[in-house]
């Protein structure tokens, strides 16, 4: 039997997961690392100081119209890989941090992620890369340093890669409630979703076919 999914949470590395979510409107609500670029090591700092150098003000960088950067953690992001390489020194790539009204969102979004951690629904944290295998000692730091946070949850790594033909493998952590999940598509992603509109129905299959989400609202 599938376990049961109430809330589905992106924990980046960049922004396919969060917008896939909202696309199949199970995405409850916007959480930090919905629309930025992040890593397990970011993650597991925000965590560890609860979020308190991610949203420190001394430590936040314009770099354009709704696009900023974050002085600390933009070094350590794996970024979208999009064209083939990892971009740095760039963490919110839709927002721009620097100013009030989305320095507040910002706020809100690191709200609601306390409030969920202290609830005991059930919990998908989801990370995603793109032609990256995930360091499993680190995920393993970070599955037990969310379990000293909260309850009744489950992790996700899904790695992007190319190939001609389509096929997906899943691996389960002996050890975790982790599942590890290799997607190989024909077309790339652009942080939206896949190019061919097929294959992003195949992500929801394989998605679906460990989990059953019951998500029944949504907040953007």
């Known amino acids: 039997m599938?376990?049961?999914?109430?809330?589905?949470?992106?924990?980046?590395?960049?922004?396919?997961t969060a917008n896939h979510f909202q696309q199949r409107k199970i995405r409850t609500c916007s959480h930090p690392f919905d629309?930025?670029?992040?890593?397990?090591?970011?993650?597991?700092?925000?965590?560890?100081?609860?979020?308190?150098?991610?949203?420190?003000?001394?430590?936040?960088?314009?770099?354009?119209?709704?696009?900023s950067n974050h002085l600390i953690y933009g070094t350590q992001v794996?970024?979208?890989?999009?064209?083939?390489?990892?971009?740095?020194?760039?963490?919110?790539?839709?927002?721009?941090?620097?100013?009030?009204?989305?320095?507040?969102?910002?706020?809100?979004?690191?709200?609601?992620?306390?409030?969920?951690?202290?609830?005991?629904?059930?919990?998908?944290?989801?990370?995603?890369?793109?032609?990256?295998?995930?360091?499993?000692?680190?995920?393993?730091e970070l599955y037990e340093e969310l379990q000293k946070r909260t309850t009744s949850f489950r992790?996700?790594?899904?790695?992007?890669?190319?190939?001609?033909?389509?096929?997906?493998h899943v691996e389960k952590d002996p050890a975790y409630d982790i599942h590890y999940m290799k997607f190989y598509t024909y077309s790339r992603t652009d942080g939206r979703g896949f190019a061919i509109p097929h294959e992003n129905d195949l992500f929801h299959d394989a998605l679906c076919n460990l989990y059953d989400f019951r998500a029944d609202k949504k907040v953007s």
């Open 35 to 67: 629309w930025v670029l992040s890593s397990p090591a970011v993650v597991l700092s925000c965590l560890r100081d609860d979020f308190q150098t991610l949203m420190n003000p001394e430590h936040h960088e314009h770099l354009g119209e709704n696009i």
């Open 78 to 140: 794996l970024g979208n890989n999009f064209q083939g390489k990892l971009p740095q020194n760039i963490m919110f790539t839709h927002r721009d941090i620097t100013t009030p009204e989305h320095y507040d969102y910002y706020q809100r979004c690191v709200e609601r992620f306390r409030a969920l951690l202290a609830t005991a629904d059930s919990k998908l944290f989801v990370l995603t890369t793109q032609d990256a295998d995930y360091d499993r000692a680190e995920i393993h």
């Open 2 to 16: 599938r376990p049961v999914i109430e809330h589905a949470i992106s924990l980046g590395t960049f922004c396919h």
């Open 155 to 168: 992790m996700l790594c899904v790695s992007f890669y190319n190939d001609y033909n389509f096929h997906c």
